[in-house]
């Protein structure tokens, strides 16, 4: 079909020819109850992919993920890479538009329910999100670390928005604090534990 299509509209780029074909499908989610929207755009239609002007186009809605999530110090904190009593963290996230649909207006959302973190910047800048394209967003969501924090794995959330509503989320989990290791002698004597132990020194873990 892209072959075909490509014949009768030369000038057309690699994602308008792909646009065209997927803007004019027919929906199927009627015919398939137990698969709405996860059928892409519908079944390819020969006849209006040749035909149809760009007005006659179905709207293809924007499908974004979280590529990578990642929380750092370096901004605000001590740059240590723990995330100690009373630090302040930023959060970096890498998005990904699988789809040939565009958002206009594209934001994050971060949030938690954890008693030890606190939210200072919750939501980011508005950006448009191309289709079939990455989106970095970077040091625009942070949290502060409570001075009275017990070390240990803390969750949050990151809430992809799209136009206002909720998208997607993608869970967050970072660890506060340095937390306490067990380690057991089992090496016959050999004193292998004194290399690790002399890592744990070093790094004042107890």
Sequence with gaps: LLALVKSAFPELTNQELALRVVSTTDNIDTENPDFVGQLGSGRINAYNAMTYDTSQFVEIPPRIDSWTLAATDTV??????????????????????????????????????????????NLSTI?????????????????????????GMAELTVAMLVDGTLHRSSPLVVLIGKTQVLMVDDDSGSNMEEFYTSIMDDEEIR
Excluded: C, K, W
């Excluded at 009373?86 to 958002?103: L, P, Q």
């Design 76 to 121: 605000q904190g001590n740059s240590n890479g723990i995330f100690d009593r009373d630090e302040i963290v930023h959060i970096t996230g890498v998005f990904r538009n699988f789809s040939m649909g565009a958002a206009t207006d594209f934001q994050i959302q971060l949030m938690t329910d954890h008693p030890d973190l606190t939210i200072l910047d």
């Design 127 to 151: 950006y448009p999100f191309h289709a079939d394209s990455e989106l970095t967003i970077t040091h625009e969501l942070s949290f502060q670390v409570s001075a009275t924090a017990e070390p």
